[in-house]
T-cell receptor, first 110, second 115 residues
Framework: QKEVEQNSGPLSVPEGAIASLNCTYS??????FFWYRQYSGKSPELIMS????GDKEDGRFTAQLNKASQYVSLLIRDSQPSDSATYLC??????????FGTGTSLTVIP | DADVTQTPRNRITKTGKRIMLECSQT?????MYWYRQDPGLGLRLIYY???????NKGEISDGYSVSRQAQAKFSLSLESAIPNQTALYFC??????????????FGEGSRLTVL
């Protein structure tokens, strides 16, 4: 059974703080890892992808991957109210199936 | 215009009715997917197709069927809708040849309510 689990949330942080979102996955054969952001009533949009162990930074976003621990995280620095959304962790398995976690709702308080 | 277009965007129907949700894309991607989203359950894969002749079941295919009419079109059918199929449905595409990500590109969603 392939499983993707995220910290349950909801998560609230003050504006300017760091938001930390976590995800674990069950299958060591997984290939690629993604973070999608979904605003209420909208479709998911990709914000980060990561394939190898370590950190990947893009602006205020940092994705971290640890394949030995089957763990991927997303850090949002200097959080802004516009970051308030649900963040979905996705894993692409061999065979190009994408499986998603249940999402973590983030609210950034002005 | 959206690259991945879903129709209808909203539909209310009754138990037992046949419903078709359609997806068309202009991205030229071979791979297409149908997901449903329920509160607290995230996105769950219903069916996926890697080309016109390739259809595969996902996590939750029971009660659904699909048709890949062309590279650009992938339809999801509920032969006899039931209330627990009330959900937000997303079509998505991907192209593994894309350098780097192979990400999913989503349509705007089809909200289905079964009474």
């Amino acid at each position: 059974q392939k499983e993707v689990e995220q910290n349950s949330g909801p998560l609230s942080v003050p504006e300017g703080a760091i938001a930390s979102l976590n995800c674990t996955y069950s299958d060591r054969g997984s290939q690629s890892f993604f973070w999608y952001r979904q605003y209420s009533g909208k479709s998911p949009e990709l914000i980060m992808s990561i394939y190898s162990n370590g950190d990947k930074e893009d602006g205020r976003f940092t994705a971290q991957l640890n394949k030995a621990s089957q763990y991927v995280s997303l850090l949002i620095r200097d959080s802004q109210p516009s970051d308030s959304a649900t963040y979905l962790c996705a894993v692409r398995w061999a065979g190009n199936q994408f499986y998603f976690g249940t999402g973590t709702s983030l609210t950034v308080i002005p | 215009d959206a690259d991945v277009t879903q129709t209808p965007r909203n539909r209310i129907t009754k138990t037992g009715k046949r419903i078709m949700l359609e997806c068309s894309q202009t991205k030229g991607h071979d791979r297409m997917y149908w997901y449903r989203q329920d509160p607290g359950l995230g996105l769950r894969l219903i069916y996926y197709s890697f080309d016109v002749k390739d259809i595969n079941k996902g996590e939750i295919s029971d009660g659904y069927s699909v048709s890949r009419q062309a590279q650009a079109k992938f339809s999801l059918s509920l032969e006899s809708a039931i209330p627990n199929q009330t959900a937000l449905y997303f079509c998505a595409t991907s192209d593994p040849r894309l350098a780097g990500t192979g990400e999913l590109f989503f349509g705007e969603g089809s909200r289905l309510t079964v009474l």
